[in-house]
Nanobody
Framework: QVQLVESGGGLVQPGGSLRLSCVASGFTFSSYAMSWFRQAPGKERELVATITKTGGITNYPDSVKGRFTISRDNGRNTVYLQMNSLKPEDTAVYYC???????????WGQGTQVTVSS
């Protein structure tokens, strides 16, 4: 049974930090590229970070570049998203996604809420 379980969300003040985790099971984690997406109320889901299966390459949109860092530990089947200098506009449900770059099979987690507010 494939599972992606996110954790680490919560309420944080502007300028604060959070680290999200996504633990994978039921598939060969090290063979999948991983991404974090977010979706705010009334908005489309957007990509915030990607990392290749070995962790050698990462990518970010301009909206989070320099503030967010994606990393992975293939030994722990876990991908992380370190979020610093958080802004109210970062408020959203954050999801992790696993994608096979050979079969294009993908899996989603259930999401974790991040709220940035004073």
């Amino acid at each position: 049974q494939v599972q992606l379980v996110e954790s680490g969300g919560g309420l944080v003040q502007p300028g604060g930090s959070l680290r999200l985790s996504c633990v994978a099971s039921g598939f060969t984690f090290s063979s999948y590229a991983m991404s974090w997406f977010r979706q705010a109320p009334g908005k489309e889901r957007e990509l915030v970070a990607t990392i290749t299966k070995t962790g050698g390459i990462t990518n970010y949109p301009d909206s989070v570049k320099g503030r967010f860092t994606i990393s992975r530990d293939n030994g722990r089947n876990t991908v992380y998203l370190q979020m610093n200098s958080l802004k109210p506009e970062d408020t959203a449900v954050y999801y992790c996604k696993a994608v096979s770059m050979t079969t294009y099979v993908y899996y989603w987690g259930q999401g974790t809420q991040v709220t940035v507010s004073s």
